[in-house]
């Protein structure tokens, strides 16, 4: 029964992948051919076709490696100025120059008299950006619909006032683990000399009355190595503990890789799954939108600890995944029987909701081949053309985006290293989130 959930859980995950890749790539398409754009092919994945049909002047259809999916617009990349679109230069020219005209030769083989007029680069800047935009903006629609969605009919944690755990003793941050235990010469933590017990509900804190945890929480932290008179309740009865805080190193917030010292009493809340509103939707939109743009920005950093886990090194859980280890843990969160099955379905949508968020905010790096990297291009025409009439100058034309395609090779390069790493580090060394 377990390897059968798991499958499923496995499944029901690259069917949503595949979904959301395949309305990404949906995204680009509709606005093209709104702005008389030459779509011809749509297909999600990769390598040999499996199924595909044609309708009109576009094929549309499914290969083999379910690993991303493409539109293929005609005149992406532009014809050099005063060139014919549809021969190579013969100029003597070095391997990077001939690997541009390369491009844009076979860029033209498929084009027709006819297209003149319905070229992606022929297009004025603002269709262009709306284009390469709507792709990425599509992923962030589906995040914000998965998470409203869970947040609005299920609910968030939230964490109560009433004492979940103590802690025994005082442990740094950047020290704990899952195997980390209270050592000789460990000081006891504050909390457990205090007299906490677990189920106690604070009621007050150095006088001040506590309705949540996020109240108490900051009122901890700032008390640094102060006297503490807490006020809990237990058993129906308010009792006073009295303790000091102490200075620790902690987390700046839940899953943050910045550390700070603050004050510690060493007691962590119960936590209640609560329905929430649209505002704390929007709200968790925009911070875990940060916190992927902070994690984009330390992604190198985490590659070299997902290197050093395939050769016997200790994999973090907050590294980096490729769609295979989040496809088996997908598979794992579906299997455990420990969760109750709304629980694991709950997993699985904040699963795919995070992957959409992280997908659309990769794709908008603005660096080819990303969709970012043709926005750029296009905001950069919109700015030249702008300038140029403002000034009363000629129009100065499509920006060239294929002067760019040595370091978008290079940049595609470095991302197919990139997801081999995840996928061999995922097979080799997968991140755990239960044991066994």
């Given at each position: 029964?377990?390897a059968?959930?798991?499958?499923?859980?496995?499944?029901?995950?690259?069917?949503?992948?595949?979904?959301?890749?395949?309305?990404?790539?949906?995204?680009?398409?509709?606005?093209?051919?709104?702005?008389?754009?030459?779509?011809?092919?749509?297909f999600?994945?990769?390598?040999?076709?499996?199924?595909?049909?044609?309708?009109?002047?576009?094929?549309?259809?499914?290969?083999?490696?379910?690993?991303?999916?493409?539109?293929?617009?005609?005149?992406?990349?532009?014809?050099?100025k005063?060139q014919?679109?549809?021969?190579?230069?013969k100029?003597?020219?070095?391997?990077?120059?001939?690997?541009?005209?390369?491009?844009?030769?076979?860029?033209?083989?498929?084009?027709?008299?006819?297209?003149d007029?319905?070229?992606?680069?022929?297009?004025?800047?603002?269709?262009?950006?709306?284009?390469?935009?709507?792709?990425?903006?599509?992923?962030?629609?589906?995040?914000?619909?998965?998470?409203?969605?869970?947040?609005?009919?299920?609910?968030?944690?939230?964490?109560?006032?009433?004492?979940?755990?103590?802690?025994d003793?005082?442990?740094?941050?950047?020290?704990?683990?899952?195997?980390?235990?209270?050592?000789?010469?460990?000081?006891?933590?504050?909390a457990?000399?205090?007299?906490f017990q677990?189920?106690d509900?604070?009621?007050?804190?150095?006088?001040?009355?506590?309705?949540?945890?996020?109240?108490?929480?900051?009122?901890?932290?700032?008390?640094?190595?102060?006297?503490?008179?807490i006020?809990?309740?237990?058993?129906?009865?308010e009792?006073?503990?009295?303790?000091?805080?102490?200075?620790?190193?902690?987390?700046?917030?839940?899953?943050?890789?910045?550390?700070?010292?603050?004050?510690?009493?060493?007691?962590?809340?119960?936590?209640?799954?609560?329905?929430q509103?649209?505002?704390?939707?929007?709200?968790?939109?925009?911070?875990?939108?940060?916190?992927?743009?902070?994690?984009?920005g330390?992604?190198?950093?985490?590659?070299?600890?997902?290197?050093?886990?395939?050769?016997?090194?200790?994999?973090?859980?907050?590294?980096?995944?490729?769609?295979?280890?989040?496809?088996?843990?997908?598979?794992?969160?579906?299997?455990?029987?420990?969760?109750?099955?709304?629980?694991?379905?709950?997993?699985?949508?904040?699963?795919?909701?995070?992957?959409?968020?992280f997908?659309?905010l990769?794709?908008?790096?603005?660096?080819?081949?990303?969709?970012?990297?043709?926005?750029?291009?296009?905001?950069?025409?919109?700015?030249?053309?702008?300038?140029?009439?403002?000034?009363?100058?000629?129009?100065?034309?499509?920006?060239?985006?294929?002067?760019?395609?040595?370091?978008?090779?290079?940049?595609?390069?470095?991302?197919?290293?990139?997801?081999?790493?995840?996928?061999?580090?995922?097979?080799?060394?997968p991140?755990?989130?239960?044991?066994?």
């Open positions: 029964m377990t059968l959930l798991t499958f499923i859980g496995i499944v029901l995950f690259v069917v949503g992948i595949l979904v959301s890749v395949g309305l990404h790539e949906l995204g680009h398409m509709v606005p093209a051919k709104a702005f008389g754009m030459k779509v011809t092919q749509f999600v994945g990769f390598g040999r076709t499996v199924w595909s049909v044609k309708r009109g002047e576009t094929e549309y259809g499914i290969k083999a490696i379910p690993a991303g999916g493409f539109v293929r617009i005609i005149g992406m990349l532009p014809p050099a005063g014919d679109p549809t021969k190579v230069r100029a003597n020219t070095g391997p990077i120059q001939s690997m541009v005209e390369n491009a844009r030769s076979a860029e033209y083989e498929t084009i027709e008299a006819a297209d007029g319905r070229l992606f680069y022929q297009k004025v800047w603002w269709k262009k950006l709306i284009v390469m935009a709507s792709g990425p903006l599509v992923n962030v629609a589906i995040a914000f619909v998965l998470f409203g969605g869970l947040y609005m009919l299920y609910g968030a944690p939230v964490a109560q006032t009433t004492i979940a755990t103590v802690t003793c005082v442990i740094p941050a950047s020290q704990a683990s899952a195997d980390r235990k209270c050592q000789s010469g460990d000081q006891e933590s504050p457990k000399t205090a007299g677990v189920g509900r604070v009621v007050s804190f150095n006088g001040t009355r506590i309705e949540t945890w996020e109240q108490l929480t900051p009122l901890i932290r700032n008390n640094t190595d102060k006297p503490a008179t006020v809990v309740e237990r058993a129906g009865r009792t006073t503990l009295t303790t000091s805080t102490i200075v620790n190193q902690v987390r700046e917030e839940p899953g943050s890789d910045k550390f700070v010292s603050v004050g510690f009493l060493g007691v962590s809340p119960e936590s209640k799954i609560e329905r509103d649209f505002g704390f939707v929007v709200d968790e939109m925009g911070r875990m939108t940060v916190a992927t743009v902070q994690a984009l330390r992604f190198p950093e985490k590659l070299v600890g997902v290197a050093k886990s395939i050769v016997g090194g200790e994999r973090d859980l907050d590294s980096p995944m490729s769609v295979v280890g989040a496809s088996r843990v997908a598979g794992e969160v579906a299997s455990n029987s420990d969760l109750a099955v709304a629980a694991r379905l709950s997993f699985l949508v904040q699963l795919l909701a995070s992957l959409n968020l997908l659309a990769f794709n908008f790096i603005p660096l080819l081949p990303l969709d970012g990297g043709h926005m750029v291009g296009a905001i950069w025409e919109g700015i030249k053309r702008g300038f140029a009439r403002l000034l009363g100058r000629p129009d100065p034309g499509y920006v060239d985006v294929a002067k760019l395609l040595p370091i978008a090779y290079v940049a595609a390069s470095v991302i197919v290293v990139m997801g081999v790493l995840l996928v061999v580090a995922d097979i080799v060394n991140i755990r989130l239960f044991n066994g």
